[in-house]
């Protein structure tokens, strides 16, 4: 399963791709307010930070501007992938995109059968939000499993992008059930490292070894 990031936040951004263990990154409009730049400068700045899928999301709503948004956002860097909502005029712009190679991320799914429609229209990504679902008392990761199920049966290739995740048994759950990506805020990403027990078990055997009196180097 590949790693993004869901972030506009280019410091930690650097930081933790520096890890080797990000994959890509995502960005939406609230982000890109909350990092009060330039949208064109952060998506270009984060495309050279990480050469994996940039999503960069489109402001319009009607099907012609998102695409002339979606060109522009496409010019900035070849790893750009073009993000518009799941609505009609989305996929109406969805699949021109797709007929001019531009890849898409697909976002703000709720459903499967949204999902369905989004790889119709040859969406390179579709992402599912759980945890706002989470919140309304479903199950988002049912929504995944039926997502899985129905590319599966007729061969889509669009990939299913766990969005909204909140914790880290999101990405164990989106991982079990067989999303493609994960898309973490940058605070769960550093969680998925830790664990308590590795910890202390850290701690005694550094004890151990100090008694030991040797070195390895
Ligand atoms: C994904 O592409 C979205 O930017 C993001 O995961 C939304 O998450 P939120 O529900 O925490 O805002």
Wanted: proline share 5%; hydrophobic share 45%.
């Amino acid at each position: 399963m590949q790693i993004f990031l869901d972030s506009t936040d280019t410091k930690i951004i650097a930081d933790l791709a520096s890890t080797g263990l990000v994959d890509g990154v995502t960005t939406n409009p609230t982000l890109i307010a909350k990092s009060g730049r330039p949208m064109l400068e952060v998506i270009a700045e984060i495309c050279d930070l990480v050469p994996g899928p940039i999503s960069a999301e489109v402001a319009a709503t009607t099907h012609e501007a998102m695409i002339a948004e979606g060109k522009k956002l496409a010019g900035i860097a070849p790893n750009v992938v073009v993000k518009v909502p799941l609505t009609r005029d989305g996929l109406i712009a969805t699949a021109a995109f797709a007929s001019e190679g531009i890849l898409t991320n697909v976002t703000l799914c709720f459903s499967a059968t949204q999902a369905l429609l989004a790889a119709k229209a040859g969406a390179t990504y579709v992402s599912p939000f759980i945890g706002r679902l989470d919140d309304y008392g479903f199950d988002g990761m049912d929504l995944i499993r039926d997502i899985r199920t129905i590319y599966d049966n007729y061969g889509y290739e669009t990939e299913i992008l766990a969005a909204s995740v909140r914790h880290v048994a999101h990405v164990k759950d989106a991982a079990i059930v067989g999303a493609d990506v994960v898309t973490i805020p940058p605070a769960t990403f550093a969680d998925l490292f830790k664990h308590p027990l590795t910890d202390k078990g850290l701690e005694q055997f550094l004890k151990d070894w100090a008694g030991t009196g040797q070195s390895i180097l």
